[in-house]
């Protein structure tokens, strides 16, 4: 190629419209933190000196569908098949706050993840596992403060101290607003909400994750990789800023806070965005929040690979896919990962994908070597010049959010939706005009490719047996007693009083999900765009 024929090429841009050029050198990086040692200030090599020797990462996949029976059986085989952590999918109807009888949970009861209606449900999806020796996460937000009294009750009536009990709730509200939907109540008090389950687990579950800040639901909706990054931190300030005036202390409640991000195709961009979000944090937690705890600077994040990355065509190829990503989380220093099954374009994975999503990871666990040296990419005059200049594009971001008046503030008027749908728009483009390869969709296409595998198979009568249960709870309660609670929990929402003792009190009484979401629906209202 002559030299006017490459000078007139466009320059390859990754998906964040960073240019990457053909050759970096050591000029290249800007060196901009001084310390680069794992497991110290500000974190860009790892929050552990040691990386995975000390502690592997977690293999938490995803699970949830049918009945809390059928859930149960799926965790059991995920556990017995090497999983480390369980990872809970709920429904819709669970995540917006009806009951499974409500007219509206019509067809959608266990179709997307577990139906949890009250505490029968919450025993038979952990029956026959201990508690207190798995780590369990769920992803529920509206809902998450009543789902972790769940399963805080279960754990209490098998005799396990609930300060023993490790996991995380998502609890994450703002994204909802911002690129997700299930939400049920205004702003104010969710945020409300959420800083509740902050105090309340401070005191009775001091091991919990009370929140997973999360990027990954934006970057499905089509966010850049700075995006991700930079609007989960904006929203972890909203959180932190709630805290601190509802009368907590950073220091306090941020050892608490975890990260959940996605990770897309662009092995290195991906790697060094995670590197660059652990670098951007440990700045905003010591000079925004004058932190002095390590643990308050030091950002943990589980990872899932990317959802929206995964194709109907070839859907074989998507194990590719999902071993890319998995590989990019690992070199970015997640300490927990899920990976996604190659039929999830299609609909819930079967058991047997399901296992071979665990297998990859296991694989590059315990075959690949990328595990044994810490930060392996670190001093790729590449992924440092990457590093750098994400990090500095997501403090312009945060800047940008701050003179529009913060989180809150941005969101009412759009900003972090409209970006979104920017970026997600421009992602399409590229595509549709075939600047963007997506294999077996714009490219390398081939005939027969509509014959799909068999997605699993949700059982038609799960619906109308999850009712039933449902209905039998409420027949077989003291009624008195639980009206008296749900009384109590309204009382608590009218005024100042921390509302999740009260839903603890309802959960004891054998109320129901939806009813407790009811209740606070009466007080609070919904939230309406």
Same mark, same amino acid.
């Given at each position: ?407 809150? %503030? *941005?969101? =009412? ?9 920017? #970026?997600?728009?421009? &992602?399409? $483009? @590229?595509? !549709? ?27 038609? %009568? *799960?619906? =109308? ?9 409420? #027949?077989?309660?003291? &009624?008195? $007693? @639980?009206? !008296? ?45």
């Amino acid at each position: 190629m002559s030299d006017p024929e490459r000078a007139a090429r466009p320059p390859h841009r990754s998906t964040s419209g960073i240019e990457i050029r053909p050759v970096y050198r050591a000029r290249d990086r800007e060196a901009a933190h001084a310390n680069d040692e794992p497991g110290a200030f500000p974190f860009t090599r790892g929050i552990r000196p040691d990386g995975y020797l000390g502690r592997p990462w977690t293999m938490r996949q995803y699970a949830g569908f049918g009945s809390a029976a059928e859930t149960n059986r799926r965790f059991r085989y995920l556990l017995a098949s090497g999983q480390t952590g369980l990872s809970v999918a709920f429904d819709l109807p669970t995540q917006m706050g009806y009951d499974s009888d409500d007219p509206m949970a019509v067809g959608e009861v266990g179709r997307v993840g577990v139906p949890i209606d009250t505490i029968a449900d919450m025993e038979a999806l952990f029956d026959g596992i201990r508690l207190d020796a798995v780590s369990t996460s769920m992803t529920i937000n509206a809902t998450a403060a009543i789902l972790l009294i769940l399963y805080e009750t279960v754990a209490r009536r098998h005799g396990i101290d609930p300060s023993t009990l490790r996991g995380t709730i998502q609890n994450d509200i703002l994204k909802e607003y911002i690129a997700r939907g299930t939400y049920i109540y205004p702003p104010g008090p969710s945020m409300r909400l959420v800083t509740d389950t902050f105090a309340y687990c401070r005191a009775e579950l001091p091991a919990w994750n009370t929140i997973s800040i999360s990027g990954y639901h934006m970057r499905e909706a089509g966010a850049t990789a700075v995006q991700e990054v930079a609007f989960t931190i904006a929203d972890a300030i909203a959180y932190s800023e709630a805290a601190i005036a509802a009368g907590m202390v950073f220091d306090e409640f941020a050892p608490r806070l975890s990260f959940f991000f996605a990770a897309h195709n662009d092995l290195f961009e991906e790697a060094a965005k995670f590197r660059a979000a652990r670098a951007a944090w440990a700045l905003v937690s010591r000079d925004r929040f004058g932190a002095r705890d390590a643990r308050s600077m030091a950002m943990r994040f589980h990872v899932q690979t990317g959802g929206s990355t995964l194709t109907a065509q070839q859907p074989e190829t998507n194990v590719v896919r999902t071993t890319v990503q998995a590989l990019a989380a690992i070199l970015g220093g997640a300490q927990s990962l899920h990976t996604n099954a190659s039929d999830e374009a299609l609909g819930l994975p079967t058991p047997a994908t399901a296992r071979l999503a665990l297998r990859t990871q296991q694989v590059l666990a315990s075959e690949s070597g990328v595990s044994i040296p810490v930060d392996p990419l670190g001093g790729s005059y590449y992924v440092e010049s990457l590093s750098d200049e994400i990090e500095a594009r997501v403090h312009a971001e945060l800047a940008e959010i701050d003179r529009r008046g913060g989180t809150l %503030a *941005a969101l =009412a008027d759009g900003y972090q939706q409209a970006a979104i749908a920017d #970026a997600a728009y421009e &992602a399409q $483009r @590229a595509i !549709e005009t075939g600047e963007r390869i997506v294999v077996g969709v714009n490219a390398f296409a081939e005939d027969g490719d509509e014959q799909r595998p068999q997605a699993q198979v949700i059982d038609p %009568a *799960a619906e =109308a047996e999850q009712v039933a249960r449902t209905r039998a709870v409420r #027949a077989g309660r003291d &009624a008195a $007693r @639980a009206d !008296e609670t749900v009384a109590a929990l309204e009382a608590a929402a009218a005024g100042t009083e921390n509302v999740v003792p009260r839903i603890r009190a309802c959960v004891e009484s054998e109320v129901t999900l939806g009813e407790i979401s009811g209740a606070l629906r009466r007080v609070w209202g919904e939230y309406r765009p």
